[in-house]
């Protein structure tokens, strides 16, 4: 009988694979890959072509898992995504159809051009595992993450994510562009064909469940504990904020530091690995007053300013 790949390896194993559709974006991929492993989603805020749609198919590729895309509209309905009931007159019965949020990896691309209605179709599923649809309760595949993606340039006909929904999700960051050298590479890749085509699963769906039990086994001390809320409670009291950030940011850091220590081979939390996430899970939750943004204040600048404050414990 095989004995399962160490979860670090499964990690190394998930990277390389998909770095071969994803070219020069190792740290971002490195921070979905610790969303994922964490049971965590991921919100992506980032310009058009810049890959986003391409990663969600890269992971989803290498673990032999459902894929999934919903191209949210103004027009979508919270049916559109949770599924809908359809009368059967041959055998008349009711027969449920599920929607798309029945799979395993979902995209939801540019989700703030939904209505804040079928935006909160998301919250349940991404919360606890289950939609509720007609009164009745319905679970999702245990294996369930969330790729949400809104567009910074686009405003018009946009509904901004209430802040129960930011709160939903583990991590928001942005891809970027990559240096020229790697933009080149990415064109002779796609000379004749698409490197998708190329990849397949690296990772069984029991070395995905192995990584994350892994994930919740490693040790962080208490210091390192009150390290993390000390850091959350900050963005409640710094002048400008309107919301701080809410026990769940305190929650998803520590997962997020713990999926880093399983990818650097370690045991045990950091402080490293805490600081790294500090503002991918942070700053996202935090509601800035008006006169704050005017005045230059940004909530990754404010988290920022926080992480060099509070100190380290020894």
Do not use: W
Request: aromatic share 6%; glycine share 6%; hydrophobic share 45%.
């Amino acid at each position: 009988m095989n004995r399962p790949p160490p979860p670090r390896e499964v990690f190394q194993k998930l990277l390389a694979n998909i770095e071969r559709v994803i070219h020069g974006q190792t740290d971002a991929l490195r921070k979905v890959l610790a969303a994922f492993a964490s049971d965590g989603h991921v919100l992506l805020e980032d310009f058009p072509g810049t890959g986003k749609t391409t990663l969600a198919k890269a992971l989803a590729r290498s673990i032999d898992a459902k894929f999934k895309r919903v191209q949210f509209t103004p027009d979508l309905l919270p049916s559109d995504i949770l599924g809908v009931s359809i009368y059967n007159q041959r055998e008349q019965v009711f027969q449920f159809h599920e929607g798309p949020v029945f799979t395993n990896i979902l995209l939801a691309d540019e989700i703030n051009r939904a209505s804040p209605r079928t935006q909160s179709a998301l919250l349940e599923a991404m919360g606890e595992g289950q939609v509720s649809v007609e009164g009745e309760r319905l679970r999702l595949p245990d294996l369930f993450f969330v790729i949400a993606t809104q567009n910074p340039v686009e405003f018009r006909g946009t509904y901004p994510l209430p802040e129960a929904q930011m709160d939903r999700f583990a991590l928001q960051f942005t891809l970027g562009y990559v240096t020229p050298e790697q933009e080149v590479a990415i064109l002779s890749a796609q000379a004749d064909n698409h490197p998708l085509e190329r990849i397949s699963s690296c990772v069984s769906a029991a070395d995905i469940a192995n990584l994350k039990a892994a994930v919740r086994q490693v040790k962080i001390s208490e210091e390192l504990k009150r390290y993390i809320v000390d850091l959350t409670g900050a963005t409640r009291h710094v002048a400008g904020v309107q919301l701080g950030a809410s026990p769940r940011a305190s929650l998803a850091l520590m997962k997020a530091a713990q999926a880093l220590a399983v990818f650097d081979g370690l045991a045990f939390v950091t402080p490293d690995q805490i600081q790294e996430m500090a503002s991918p899970v942070i700053a996202h939750r935090l509601s800035l007053e008006p006169q704050a943004k005017f005045s230059g204040l940004s909530a990754a600048g404010i988290v920022a300013d926080i992480v060099k404050k509070i100190p380290v414990p020894a």
